[in-house]
């Protein structure tokens, strides 16, 4: 008994130790992207090779709403049993604006109180990503990245309940639902999770200052004024989407949009959601932040593209110069 006591704790030692050693974030982020980047051009109309069954399997795993295969009124077992409407598309930024808010307080409390961070905050941050990661170098950016990331999630929040109107018949699987919550819960780990004061060892207690440099208030001056511009273009994009649903026959058909950035590309509101994380990744330099933004790029880019390819099937006088989401490229 003694011998296995002792087998059992060297054992969970070294879980806990691998656990520490890798950056779950990171993991998931990269599985994610290597997931779309994969199944997307497998799924796509033109390609020649993969069987519309297979195609039709992969777009029921990939797509959500207008463009998934499957509806809500389907008796299909999987519409049933593995999927949630898409009005819960709430629920990811009731998490989100609720995270950004703690996230913000605890800053708050750090910076400007000088309150020592709850170790309870450290461990998790350690086990999460790792004791060994790296300070994203400036706190000013930290906040500042943190502060916007919220106003974001804060305005989704607002647009899900107040502004958009979603089909009766809209639906995701699970899985989407699940990675929806996750990529949030992530993000906002992984810039918690650099920023210099919460980084075990890296400050002395009540200590922590917004130190910067004046190439730092430049960097984050263009970053925010590129995230506000991105901002601005969503709300847009999201109030014009939600106009076009205004009567009652609307709410369960889909209608052509145009205006503003619909001049330009399919999904003006996921390149504004691109153009804000890469706004955040000019204050962000981790290797962590490139690789959530990599997966935000693959992933609203496979949507971009399913909602063009939709829209083209579904109106015949769809704008030929239209592009899914990069104007004259993609």
Not at 19 to 25: C, K
Not at 164 to 189: D, E, K, P, R
Not at 258 to 277: D, K, N, R, T
Request: proline share 5%; hydrophobic share 50%; with cysteine.
């Amino acid at each position: 008994l003694y011998h296995v006591l002792l087998f059992s704790l060297a054992m969970s030692a070294l879980i806990l130790e691998t656990i520490e050693a890798i950056h779950w974030p990171v993991v998931f982020y990269l599985f994610c992207t290597i997931t779309v980047v994969i199944l997307e051009p497998l799924s796509a109309p033109n390609n020649k090779l993969v069987p519309n069954s297979i195609k039709k399997i992969i777009q029921t795993f990939l797509a959500f709403g207008k463009t998934l295969p499957v509806k809500k009124n389907s008796n299909s077992l999987w519409v049933r049993y593995f999927t949630v409407p898409k009005r819960w598309f709430s629920h990811f930024y009731i998490v989100s604006a609720s995270a950004g808010v703690c996230s913000c307080v605890l800053l708050c409390a750090v910076y400007a109180f000088k309150v020592t961070p709850p170790s309870v905050v450290l461990r998790a941050l350690d086990l999460i990503t790792t004791p060994t990661r790296a300070s994203s170098g400036s706190s000013l950016c930290s906040i500042v990245s943190i502060v916007l990331l919220t106003v974001q999630c804060c305005a989704r929040l607002y647009e899900c309940y107040r502004v958009s109107v979603f089909s009766a018949t809209a639906v995701m699987n699970m899985l989407q639902y699940f990675v929806g919550f996750a990529h949030y819960i992530f993000a906002y780990t992984v810039l918690l999770a650099h920023t210099p004061a919460l980084i075990t060892g890296s400050v002395n207690a009540g200590t922590a200052e917004v130190s910067f440099s004046s190439l730092e208030v430049a960097r984050v001056a263009v970053a925010a004024a590129v995230f506000c511009a991105a901002f601005l273009l969503q709300r847009d994009t999201m109030r014009r989407l939600a106009a076009l649903r205004d009567s009652d026959k609307s709410k369960s058909e889909y209608v052509m949009p145009s205006g503003g950035g619909f001049e330009f590309v399919s999904c003006p509101h996921m390149l504004a959601e691109c153009i804000m994380y890469c706004a955040l990744s000019l204050m962000q330099p981790t290797v962590a932040w490139r690789i959530v933004l990599l997966f935000v790029l693959s992933n609203q880019g496979h949507v971009a593209l399913s909602n063009h390819r939709w829209y083209q099937s579904c109106f015949k006088d769809y704008p030929k110069h239209r592009t899914a989401i990069i104007p004259r490229l993609i």
